[in-house]
């Protein structure tokens, strides 16, 4: 029909390595392709465990570029795998002193993103779950780098929080905002804080975390609008090594 392209149907086989920690193998990636249109579904092995997603046009869209809708069926990482990968990408600095402290794997099932080509932009939500916890984002990814506008964790040994999250693609530096959270019993926050009365006075949080030191950044502040100098507020920093 005039002002309409075939569909090319495409099978591949092969495997990804990234940063020589994260590998998916096995990958299989069958899909028909019109213009810019993706229908087709994508599976393979990642650090061992299964992967598959599908990706089909969105509904309704009109267009040689469509938005497409990718979703998540089955996909569990590990963390360290996926920081080692993004850290060697240049997207994010190094993590080695939070992920003694983070679930050593994730399961991704059931993420939704909504990726528009022609603009370079990804957004859709997830609902990440491991061992003793889970939480909710939405999502926004860009050339400028990848937003949380809304994230919220739950974790038996972390605590819980409510906030966000980005990453700058450019700085590598990442930072959270939460309104209010509540440390569990595995962060490594001293003895000698008094934590309690800390959070009755400085509810809110913004950590931020850089490549060169002091790596980590804590700021508790009694809320995440525009606090005067005089406000009171608690700094906690630390780098390689223990809290400073």
Do not use: N, Y
């Amino acid at each position: 029909v005039s002002g309409q392209r075939s569909a090319v149907r495409v099978h591949l086989d092969g495997s990804v390595h990234i940063s020589q920690r994260l590998h998916l193998e096995g990958l299989v990636i069958d899909a028909a392709i019109a213009g810019g249109a993706v229908d087709g579904r994508v599976t393979g092995t990642l650090g061992g465990a299964p992967l598959e997603l599908t990706i089909t046009p969105e509904d309704g869209a009109v267009g040689a570029h469509p938005p497409l809708g990718i979703v998540l069926t089955q996909a569990r990482i590990g963390l360290a795998d996926l920081f080692a990968a993004l850290t060697g990408l240049g997207l994010m600095p190094e993590q080695d002193q939070l992920l003694p402290w983070l679930p050593a794997e994730a399961d991704l099932a059931g993420t939704s993103l909504r990726a528009v080509p022609q603009a370079r932009v990804l957004t859709g939500t997830s609902r990440p779950t491991w061992a003793g916890g889970h939480a909710e984002a939405t999502i926004t990814m860009d050339a400028a780098g990848l937003r949380l506008p809304r994230m919220v964790v739950r974790d038996d040994r972390l605590g819980s929080a409510e906030g966000t999250l980005a990453v700058a693609f450019d700085t590598r530096v990442l930072t959270v905002a939460v309104e209010r959270w509540t440390p569990g019993p595995k962060l490594p926050i001293p003895a000698q804080i008094p934590v309690a009365d800390l959070l009755r006075l400085l509810p809110a949080a913004r950590a931020t975390v850089v490549p060169q030191g002091p790596r980590i950044t804590i700021t508790c502040l009694p809320g995440l609008d525009a606090q005067p100098v005089t406000a009171p507020r608690a700094e906690i920093r630390w780098s390689r090594g223990p809290l400073v």
